[in-house]
């Protein structure tokens, strides 16, 4: 069964999670994973993000996501699960990002999340090939789900 452990540090009570999981199921299907995931997911306030995203990035701004693979599969491969990584969350761009493209909450977190789920599967967007290839496979998983960008 796949694993998320969830810690919040911002002030957003979050009521997505059963779609988290959903989409965490998705994505093994997707990226052919042939054990359970396990993904640490951190929701931080808005000053956080930015220093966070400073620090590893050297983006002095709050960003929606960050996403930090576990790169140890080899030394891990014994676990009985895949440990992807973590992913940090800044719920308050979320919510400025849904309503700036008219999206619902529940679409622009499971967005957000799909998409860092990608990037711990190592997908990136430095190039617009590679943006094509990691959108697809995120649109994948949004589609089967039906969550839809209204």
Not at 23 to 34: D, N, T
Not at 73 to 87: A, K, V
Request: aromatic content about 14%; overall charge positive.
């Amino acid at each position: 069964m796949n694993k998320l452990a969830f810690k919040n540090n911002s002030f957003h009570r979050f009521k997505f999670k059963e779609d988290f999981f959903n989409i965490l199921e998705e994505a093994k299907k997707e990226f052919g994973a042939k054990k359970p995931l396990s993904v640490d997911v951190w929701f931080v306030n808005k000053n956080k993000m930015k220093k966070l995203n400073f620090e590893h990035r050297n983006k002095n701004y709050t960003t929606d996501i960050l996403s930090f693979p576990l790169e140890s599969d080899i030394e891990l491969s014994f676990l009985e699960e895949i440990e992807l990584g973590q992913i940090i969350i800044s719920p308050w761009k979320i919510k400025r990002q849904a309503k700036e493209f008219n999206h619902s909450l529940r679409r622009e977190f499971c967005y957000i999340f799909a998409h860092g789920i990608a990037h711990l599967f190592g997908y990136d967007h430095m190039t617009e090939e590679e943006a094509k290839v990691m959108n697809d496979h995120v649109d994948n998983i949004m589609n089967r789900l039906n969550i839809k960008r209204v």
